[in-house]
């Protein structure tokens, strides 16, 4: 069974740090992507950044330059640094794993999702 195991949330101030990082377990496969996606209160889920397994990266405009996104050592294992963080950046952030198999389709698995609070 595939499982997204997220670690890193907590309580920064505005204009600090945070590391999130994503470890899949269960998967034999090597992920086609892997990105994280945040959902403020009352709002539609959104995206953050994703990684290609090709390293081909994606973010949105309101965290360019503030977020990075990369590949840990392990297989399967993606960390989103966040740097200068706003209290706009406060939601909670759900790690995402795409797994593409030739024939059969796509199958996408999220994580639980970890807390994020900026304060101001």
């Known amino acids: 069974q595939v499982q997204l195991v997220e670690s890193g949330g907590g309580l920064v101030q505005a204009g600090g740090s945070l590391r999130l990082t994503c470890a899949v377990s269960?998967?034999?496969?090597?992920?086609?992507?892997m990105g994280w996606y945040r959902q403020h209160p009352g709002k539609q889920r959104e995206l953050v950044a994703t990684?290609?397994?090709?390293?081909?990266?994606d973010y949105a405009d309101s965290v360019k330059g503030r977020f990075t996104i990369a590949t840990e050592g392990a297989k399967n294992t993606v960390a989103l640094q966040m740097n200068s963080l706003k209290p706009e950046d406060t939601a909670v952030y759900y790690c995402?794993?795409?797994?593409?198999?030739?024939?059969?389709?796509?199958?996408?698995?999220w994580g639980q999702g970890t807390q994020v609070t900026v304060s101001s």
């Open positions: 995402n794993a795409e797994f593409r198999v030739t024939g059969t389709g796509s199958f996408d698995y």
């Open positions: 990684i290609s397994s090709a390293g081909s990266t």
């Open positions: 269960g998967a034999a496969l090597t992920a086609d992507a």
